[in-house]
């Protein structure tokens, strides 16, 4: 059996995983999360029974929050919410609910991640 390869890309203020997915417990980052699936759908539930199923799904930091595995690869973009390039990033949406999904944003990210070079 063949593992899948992943990749770690890791900046000052944030770090993107791109690999296979993994079912998770109920958890929370310090980091704002950004999950996206390569196909199908991700499955998030939210510590107050909340799902979220889509192609893309925000997860604001402290969160509590756990995933389904999926069979397809993932890219998973976590940001420092203190950090300038962040607040300079999501100036202006404060009104936007804790957490969501994303319909249709996704569709350039699948195209990356399903042709990766």
Not at 11 to 39: D, E, K, Q
Not at 62 to 71: F, L
Request: net charge negative.
């Amino acid at each position: 059996m063949s593992e899948e390869p992943l990749h770690l890309y890791v900046w000052s203020v944030r770090f993107l995983y791109v690999g296979p997915s993994i079912a998770t417990s109920t958890h929370r980052n310090h980091a704002a999360a950004w999950l996206a699936s390569s196909a199908g759908r991700l499955r998030v539930t939210l510590a107050d029974g909340t799902v979220l199923e889509d192609e893309t799904i925000f997860i604001p930091s402290d969160t509590e929050y756990s995933t389904a595995a999926t069979t397809e690869r993932i890219a998973a973009l976590y940001w420092e919410p203190e950090s300038a390039s962040f607040r300079t990033a999501t100036a202006g949406q404060d009104n936007v609910p804790r957490a969501f999904r994303c319909p249709l944003a996704g569709d350039e990210a699948n195209r990356l991640l399903s042709n990766p070079q």
